[in-house]
Structures are given as C-alpha cells and as structure tokens.
C-alpha cells in the first residue's frame, strides 16, 4: 500500500497543536467571544496568544531563541 503525505519531507512544519487548560469561567467567556465573531474557539485562542506573545516581546519581557544565540 502507498502512502501519500501531504507535504514534501523537505518543508518544515509551520503549525504546531498545544493543548491548553482553561478555567470554566475563561473557557466560557472565550467560547462566547468567538461565537460573536463568528469564528472557531481554537481560531481566537490561537490569535491571543499571538497577540500575547507579540506584546510580550515589544515590551521586552523575554527573549527569542534567535537572540540568546
């Protein structure tokens, strides 16, 4: 049987899963914010903790892998 991948082997992964834990209050409110947007939880979920992280690293508080090389 052959098998067909959907990327090459020579690409690399741009997208990686997390599994994250909420406390029902914060699990609720962001599954109530999402579905006022009209998008999936796990698609809001995704953007602030972009967002987090960007503000994070425009505000100094941590360094990249990249800089501390």
């Given at each position: 049987m052959r098998t067909i991948e959907a990327y090459p082997m020579s690409q690399k992964t741009v997208s990686k899963r997390v599994l994250v834990t909420l406390p029902d209050t914060v699990a609720?409110?962001?599954e109530a914010w999402a579905e006022y947007q009209g998008r999936p939880?796990?698609?809001?979920?995704?953007?602030?903790?972009e967002l987090g992280l960007r503000q994070a690293k425009?505000?100094?508080e941590f360094k990249t892998l990249e800089e501390t090389k």
């Amino acid at each position: 049987m052959r098998t067909i991948e959907a990327y090459p082997m020579s690409q690399k992964t741009v997208s990686k899963r997390v599994l994250v834990t909420l406390p029902d209050t914060v699990a609720a409110d962001l599954e109530a914010w999402a579905e006022y947007q009209g998008r999936p939880t796990a698609n809001l979920a995704s953007f602030l903790i972009e967002l987090g992280l960007r503000q994070a690293k425009s505000n100094g508080e941590f360094k990249t892998l990249e800089e501390t090389k």
